[in-house]
């Protein structure tokens, strides 16, 4: 495989989506199992030993180590955010896919195996589940989040079943530090830097922390023309002023970065005062200190706008991930194999979370970001140059070598 090929598979995995002209695939539909199908069948023409785990997510071995060797992780996820882009988890997939199919074509033994990994849901779009398949992997899946709905009332659990997945044997996808060496991603930048910068490909320096809380706020529902505005317990309009405090603590904490992404108003008809309202927060901060105060301050307005409005405001933590450090050795590595290229090595953190914050549980991880046009992601107006992606092949392809031992 090259980059000609890479961009070819990233483009032809967009027919698997769950809308047609929007690319959405999400874990547990058709659209993704599509996806998966195509991609077992590429790491099989690849020569790689394929299989598939309880939770949905697909993995091709290279048998390049002694037996009961341990296997060192490359890839990334398959699913997607609505009307998401092409290459935000997919590229990472298949240019683990061309790099370990480079190193079984050279013949050559590593004291790893090498496994491509798809992963089957760290958009989390679905199920409010952050990293719930690699999460699997790692041993940190929460059997609560089984019972988690999706807007359909769908719980994770039927949602996995009638994918072909086992909602039982999840906790047994589970791997132990012996048995995973690293985990190395490819995965374009998600913002502006490289750009500006005019580099091709950076080192990833660590993933900041993210917390995740979905609040709902009780009012009182009514007639929207015959109820006074004084004394209303109008649920939306407490949301809003939710959604502005939300806003402001961002504003006035240096690196904090806080959304609202979903809002839902009930009983959602334009003549009724709404009675009730559910809005997620997604806050995160590269400090776990500074991410907890921020916290803390919104759930201090969440209280006085409670009080002001006669609205009754409660708070569900849906997910915390703490700052994640990417291992000193494999940056040295990825550091390295840049200056191989005759490139400068630019170091970034990486504001948006990845498979390796549940991974770096059970082993040393480390990324590698690639350039993308305008920095845009989650969009379906993503776009890498295939020259940056040769570049990130030989980058990785001299990441596994060194670290295997062979110059």
Do not use: K
Not at 121 to 144: C, I, K, L, N, Q
Not at 279 to 297: Q, S
Request: hydrophobic residues 45%; negative net charge; charged residues 20%.
């Amino acid at each position: 495989m090259d980059a000609a090929t890479v961009m070819e598979r990233c483009d032809a995995l967009q027919v698997h989506t769950e809308e047609p002209g929007r690319l959405t695939r999400r874990l547990a539909t058709p659209a993704l199992a599509g996806a998966m199908d195509a991609v077992e069948g590429w790491l099989r023409d690849a020569g790689l030993e394929t299989h598939r785990d309880a939770a949905l997510n697909l993995f091709g071995r290279l048998r390049c180590g002694s037996p009961g060797a341990p296997a060192f992780l490359l890839g990334s996820h398959l699913d997607s955010v609505p009307d998401g882009g092409r290459y935000d988890g997919p590229l990472g997939v298949l240019t683990a896919l061309a790099v370990v199919e480079r190193i079984g074509a050279t013949g050559a033994r590593l004291p790893f195996d090498l496994e491509v990994c798809a992963f089957s849901d760290e958009e989390s779009t679905r199920f409010s589940t952050a990293y719930w398949s690699s999460a699997a992997v790692a041993g940190r899946s929460d059997p609560a989040w089984l019972d988690r709905s999706d807007t359909s009332g769908v719980t994770l659990r039927d949602a996995l079943t009638a994918a072909g997945g086992d909602p039982a044997a999840v906790a047994g996808c589970a791997r132990s530090r012996g048995e995973v060496a690293g985990w190395l991603e490819l995965h374009i930048e998600q913002g502006p830097i490289l750009e500006r910068d005019g580099l091709p490909i950076g080192v990833v320096t660590g993933i900041q922390a993210q917390a995740q809380h979905r609040f709902t706020i009780a009012g009182t529902a009514g007639h929207a023309g015959t109820t006074p505005m004084a004394g209303r317990r109008d649920a939306l309009a407490a949301a809003a002023a939710l959604i502005v405090g939300v806003e402001d603590v961002a504003r006035r904490t240096p690196g904090v970065v806080a959304t609202v992404g979903r809002i839902d108003a009930e009983p959602g008809a334009t003549n009724v005062i709404a009675g009730r309202v559910t809005l997620t927060t997604d806050v995160r901060h590269p400090d776990d200190a500074v991410l907890g105060r921020a916290l803390a301050e919104i759930e201090d307005a969440a209280h006085a706008i409670a009080a002001e409005r006669g609205v009754e405001i409660t708070n569900e933590a849906l997910a915390l991930n703490r700052a994640v450090p990417c291992d000193p050795g494999l940056m040295s590595a990825c550091a390295r194999a840049i200056a191989s290229q005759g490139l400068p090595v630019r170091e970034l953190a990486s504001g948006a979370g990845h498979d390796a914050v549940a991974l770096s549980h059970i082993a040393p991880v480390a990324m590698l970001f690639l350039r993308c046009r305008g920095g845009i992601s989650h969009n379906p107006a993503e776009s890498v140059l295939a020259a940056d992606v040769t570049v990130a092949l030989d980058v990785m392809e001299r990441v596994i070598t060194t670290i295997g031992g062979r110059p």
